[in-house]
């Protein structure tokens, strides 16, 4: 996709680095991004070649994929396989392998699951029937109102009934042919891809996507008797933020911002291998 704007974003990062002069600085991306190749050049090797221009260090082209971790390792109860570049300002006494090396070091003793992120939170379970309130259908009810991040998203009642047959069934092992027949014995439509997918208490999250600020149908809660979405508080308690955290912007905009962060303990834990690697 050579006219993805995405795939040039770097280049504002590189203007930021080159202004600043930090003495390093950490760069995240998804995997696509190793194999991304608008123009006829790999991203990688633009990347490589424009902070190489700017007086850094980073990895070369083609040890990009061996700077792939999961947040999962990391403190995070989320699947998060991000790249974690680090540039080194050529003259400093430490080295790109003295950060990878710490980095790779400190996993975590112990991984985080969905219970942990979410089980506490309040329950919030459907209406009888789907009511109209101050001119909006609402469908669940939460149980205890008072984390304006933790408010039910409107599902139709024929939604709740699939979710809940989805969750009571077992549906996420399903072949992706008997997903697709599902879909289409329940909707009348056609797809070519699975539509539905519901967390797992005992296992960690799915990556958080910002697609989440359209629809919440790859992100089921794990209990059929609420058969819903999860809420912005659950996606962000998900990606490790502070549950007294408070995001500014509409439900979509918030879902958005918070499937484009990096989780907060991943971030941190990047963090303290630089810092101790600098210090």
């Not at 933790?150 to 092992?173: F, Q, Y």
């Not at 599902?182 to 009348?188: A, D, L, R």
């Not at 992100?219 to 962000?236: G, S, V």
Request: aromatic share 12%; hydrophobic share 35%.
């Amino acid at each position: 996709m050579k006219d993805d704007y995405r795939n040039y974003l770097f280049e504002s990062f590189v203007k930021v680095v080159e202004a600043f002069k930090p003495k390093a600085f950490i760069f995240e991306n998804v995997k696509g991004m190793l194999s991304a190749k608008p123009g006829g050049q790999l991203v990688v090797e633009r990347i490589y070649q424009a902070f190489k221009e700017i007086g850094y260090t980073t990895l070369e082209p083609n040890a990009f994929a061996s700077a792939v971790y999961n947040a999962y390792d990391y403190s995070v109860p989320q699947n998060r396989e991000r790249v974690i570049l680090i540039g080194i300002k050529k003259g400093e006494n430490f080295s790109l392998s003295d950060f990878y090396n710490d980095f790779s070091e400190h996993v975590c003793s112990e991984h985080k699951v969905v219970r942990d992120a979410i089980g506490k939170l309040p329950p919030i379970y459907p209406l009888p029937i789907v009511e109209k309130i101050k001119g909006k259908n609402v469908s669940h009810k939460a149980t205890d109102e008072s984390d304006p991040y933790h408010l039910p998203r409107h599902c139709s009642a024929r939604d709740i009934e699939v979710l809940r047959e989805w969750i009571t069934k077992g549906m996420n092992k399903c072949s992706q042919q008997e997903a697709i027949d599902f879909y289409k014995k329940v909707t009348g439509r056609n797809t070519l891809y699975r539509k539905y997918r519901n967390l797992e208490w005992d296992k960690p999250s799915p990556t958080i996507v910002a697609h989440l600020q359209k629809d919440g149908f790859m992100f089921i809660h794990p209990d059929p008797k609420q058969a819903r979405f999860i809420t912005i508080r659950e996606a962000a308690n998900l990606m490790t933020f502070p549950e007294d955290y408070e995001f500014i912007g509409n439900r979509a905009y918030c879902y958005k911002m918070i499937g484009n962060a990096v989780p907060v303990n991943f971030a941190k834990s990047i963090a303290d291998s630089l810092y101790r690697i600098i210090k």
